[in-house]
């Protein structure tokens, strides 16, 4: 390894689920308290790119927006954001329009190109990657001139283990597998909305989901079922030779409040 080789340090920030009302919450929690708390946490590591990868706001408020921007201000870096199948992405676009927190989906880091793509499927809680943003994603990945990508989006691509959650993930995986396999540059695939964290390899790429910043739900299992873990997120470290490091970092305790007999929804 170079003495002076520049590691690219990333974080993701999944399934806020904020309200307009910041008193507001999940089962019991306050989403936009606990995501607070997780920003705080990230904010200690050294962040060259924030990831936000969707179930930003829960009430497809406009107001939410204008809550997640106040509530990242201590990640100084710059922030890049897709929707989930909770988002208006209207009013998201509208609040990230450019500079340090923007809808953008291709950043160049050194020897890394990130992409993020939009799976939402307005009116459903499934994802799809639509024909545009497929050739979109070709064109990024065949014309890179750099050596190694990640690729980030909301749904998960592959089965979780789940029963209750698994058909809710992206109902066209085999399409982005193709182009993934057809592209060895790519590293990793990392998702949200399932609230829980996955990581496996498969084919030399990381498959990797990471818990919500608000409540998550129990792996392997055949029904909801809400889980008693604390909230987090995924760090990564991008090396130039192509190497990636990536770990969750958890909150110390349960968010205050959880209670799975609360007013929920599901995924
Ligand atoms: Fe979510």
Known sequence: MANHEKVIELVQLTDPHLYADTSAGLYGVNSFECFKAVVDE?????????????DLVHDESEQGYKNLRDALQPLKAPMHLIPGNHDD????QAEFKSGIMSCDKRVVLGNWQIILLNSQLPGQVRGHLDEKELRWLEQCLSSTVVPHTVVFLHHNPVPIGCKWLDPLGLDNADKLFELIAANSHVKALVWGHVHQEFAEVRAGVQLLSTPSTCIQFKPRVDDFELDYMPPGFRWFRLHENGDLETGVKRLANVPEGLDPDAEGYGV
């Open 42 to 54: 990230a904010a200690k590591r050294p962040v060259d790119l924030a990831l936000l990868t969707g």
């Open 89 to 92: 992405f209207g009013f998201m």
